[in-house]
């Protein structure tokens, strides 16, 4: 291998390499340093995928690919945490937690449209037109209103759910105003 | 040119800053999460569903349902703790029809409530939004919304 090909830097640090006798040649230097960032692909998720539509050296055990997501997830790589876990659910369709991560990671299911009736369309119309006419007289206070009519306003989240109770499906808006 | 999708529904949205340190509007929808009806904050360079903590208590979304273990998420410059979820939310029309579709949530952990900001919750785009048809007409601040099925 030639050298002088290589930035003069680069070229210093593979003879040093050599010197030190970590590695008996250039080749064997470059081959380490490609090794390493091959690894630091697959590991940050822009590894090119291979003809299989696979990245190569993935893990291959259920606990592995489980350990992988977890590390791609903490570490903000959600897309090849999605990746890691949609193949490894269909790999190994009794594992329990490799179903779960592939159930809560997969793409979000396509939009289906949910009938309405005239008076819930109005009731969360009057809602919208509440919240555009009375914002900034509510700044900093948790308010829940139903159909237009402010049922209970406060700073505390806890004052106003204690005032209007279980909130899930009554279709009161429950929100903070900032 | 004119763009045509397929509209399921339409809503105003708000269009007002998100906490009291911010002068800077964002587009404030009224959503439902698993049938809790709330406002979130559309952030298209965001992930997932940020779950309000306080309004996570609400859903009563036991540790049991979620993906282990606890993972951090990086939001407005702090790790917040917690766990992924598989949530179904209900975008609310005015006009048309409601549209409900499942997506991955974040729901901080019980512990991090105090240390939550001002911020709603927010509607991300990668695992969130992203199989939603959706336009914005910033003029009669309408947000259209459709399926891609």
């Known amino acids: 291998m030639n050298l002088n090909e290589l930035p003069r830097d680069l070229a210093q640090f593979v003879q040093q390499e050599i010197a030190q006798g970590k590695y008996q040649s250039a080749e064997e230097v470059i081959s380490a340093a490609l090794r390493l960032l091959r690894e630091h692909e697959v590991q940050s998720g822009n590894g ?30 959600h897309a090849f945490a999605r990746q890691l876990a949609m193949d490894g659910a269909q790999q190994y369709p009794d594992h329990d937690a ?26 969360f119309k009057a809602n919208n037109a509440w919240l555009k006419a009375h914002w900034q007289a509510y700044r900093g206070n948790w308010i829940a209103l139903q159909a237009g009519l402010l049922l209970h306003a406060s700073p505390s989240f806890d004052d106003v759910v204690a005032h209007v109770g279980d909130v899930c499906g009554r279709d009161i808006l429950l929100t903070k105003i900032n | 040119m004119a763009l ?23 587009v404030v929808l009224a959503i439902a999460i698993e049938g ?59 006009v048309g029809e409601n549209l409900g579709f499942e997506a991955t949530a974040f729901v901080p952990e019980p512990h991090e409530e105090e240390g939550w900001s001002d911020m709603p919750s927010i509607l991300g785009f990668y695992g969130c939004l992203e199989r939603i048809r959706m336009a914005i007409d910033p003029v009669t601040e309408t947000f259209y919304f459709g399926s891609t099925g």
């Open chain 1, 48 to 77: 090119q995928s291979s003809a299989n539509g696979h990245h190569d050296a993935l893990p291959c055990s259920a606990e592995e690919i489980v350990a992988a997501i977890t590390k791609a997830l903490a570490s903000g790589h």
């Open chain 1, 98 to 123: 490799l179903q779960k991560y592939g159930r809560i990671l997969a793409p979000p299911t396509v939009g289906k449209p949910m009938p309405t009736t005239p008076e819930a369309r109005a009731a």
């Open chain 2, 36 to 94: 809790i009806v709330t406002e979130a904050i559309v952030d298209t360079g965001g992930v997932y569903l940020l779950c309000h903590p306080r309004l996570a208590r609400q859903l009563d979304r036991d540790a049991s349902q979620a993906v282990s273990p606890v993972i951090e998420l990086l939001f407005r410059g702090v790790f917040l703790q917690g766990r992924l979820h598989r949530l179904f939310l209900t975008l609310l029309a005015e």
């Open chain 2, 4 to 26: 045509t999708f397929a509209v399921t529904g339409a809503t105003s949205y708000q269009y007002r800053p998100a906490t009291p340190q911010e002068n800077t509007p964002r």
